[in-house]
């Protein structure tokens, strides 16, 4: 009787068994299909040679579009490792990671060409891109916003000037160095600015010892930037507040030296009835 009973539990339960196990085999041979992509979709470069390869990759660059480079450029490179073509395609992605305004990707792919060609002939190219990366580099706030370049965090300027600075000292003879230095000569103004707006913020809220800290930082870092006249003021307006009337002076005889018109020496803060040493909020 017990093993007529277990026979009939094993001939009712077993088809239940191989009907969950087909249903497993399904799913995991769907999810395959899914997991490995169509089976009908089609390699359009199948059997092309480099070279075809990278003209098609150039078109979609002209025709600015970018991603469809950026596939072509990243097949030819996986598929024909050696040789010019393959080199030029890590440059034409470098760039193309830069039109896409992508500065992490356009930094990484720089670096990564000058690692593995440090001696060509182009490599300045790559050191160049990489300042250009993230010399614009603008979150989606400050777009919104519309926010000025001295208002935001400097940092990606930082590392625009450091790279820009690299091929400059790496490369002195470089067709790039001439837009190199005037892009460096701009991100200088507008860190000195950036500390002015900094310094601003400040004074409005009666942190004068902060101010001041700033201001003297501009005349250390940046005493050839437009920021410098201003530093000087901040700093007579702040040691004025404070009471330190030997600073104040030592400041005030440093900026009629240097800017003999500026508003606070000629007395036309004072003509216009403003308290002179609240400029800076009519900047």
């Known amino acids: 009787m017990q093993y007529y009973l277990a026979g009939l539990v094993v001939n009712r339960i077993l088809p239940l068994i191989q009907s969950i196990f087909l249903a497993l085999f399904l799913s995991t041979a769907l999810s395959g299909c899914v997991i490995f992509g169509d089976?009908?979709?089609?390699d359009d470069t199948k059997g092309w040679q480099a070279k075809r390869i990278y003209e098609e990759g150039a078109l979609k660059m002209s025709e600015?579009?970018?991603d469809d480079a950026l596939r072509y450029f990243q097949v030819l490179e996986s598929r024909f490792p050696h040789g010019r073509y393959a080199?030029?395609?890590?440059?034409?992605?470098?760039?193309?990671?830069?039109?896409?305004?992508?500065?992490?990707?356009?930094?990484?792919?720089?670096?990564?060409?000058?690692?593995?060609?440090?001696?060509?002939?182009?490599?300045?190219?790559?050191?160049y891109m990489k300042g250009l990366a993230t010399f614009n580099e603008r979150g989606v706030i400050d777009r919104l916003t519309r926010q000025q370049i001295n208002d935001r965090d400097p940092n990606a300027l930082k590392?625009?000037?450091?790279?820009l600075k690299e091929l400059v000292e790496r490369y002195p003879k470089s067709r790039y160095i001439k837009d190199a230095t005037l892009r460096m000569e701009y991100i200088v103004d507008t860190l000195a600015q950036h500390e002015m707006h900094v310094a601003r913020y400040y004074m409005n809220r009666q942190a004068y010892l902060a101010a001041?800290?700033?201001?003297?930082?501009?005349?250390?870092?940046?005493?050839?930037?437009?920021?410098?006249?201003?530093?000087?003021?901040?700093?007579?307006?702040?040691?004025?507040?404070?009471d330190l009337q030997d600073l104040k002076a030592d400041s005030l005889r440093v900026l009629k030296t240097n800017y003999p018109e500026n508003p606070?020496?000629?007395?036309?803060?004072?003509?216009?009835?403003?308290?002179?040493?609240?400029?800076?909020?009519?900047?």
């Open 87 to 127: 080199t030029q395609a890590q440059l034409e992605i470098i760039y193309a990671y830069y039109k896409k305004q992508d500065p992490v990707s356009t930094t990484a792919a720089a670096d990564r060409f000058i690692k593995l060609h440090p001696n060509h002939r182009n490599v300045d190219y790559a050191y």
């Open 64 to 66: 600015q579009n970018y």
């Open 264 to 283: 606070l020496i000629t007395g036309e803060l004072v003509r216009e009835e403003r308290i002179w040493w609240k400029f800076w909020e009519s900047l």
């Open 159 to 163: 590392l625009s000037f450091a790279a």
């Open 39 to 42: 089976p009908t979709e089609l």
């Open 212 to 242: 001041a800290n700033r201001a003297k930082y501009v005349l250390e870092y940046y005493p050839r930037t437009s920021a410098v006249e201003e530093a000087l003021m901040t700093l007579v307006s702040a040691y004025d507040y404070m």
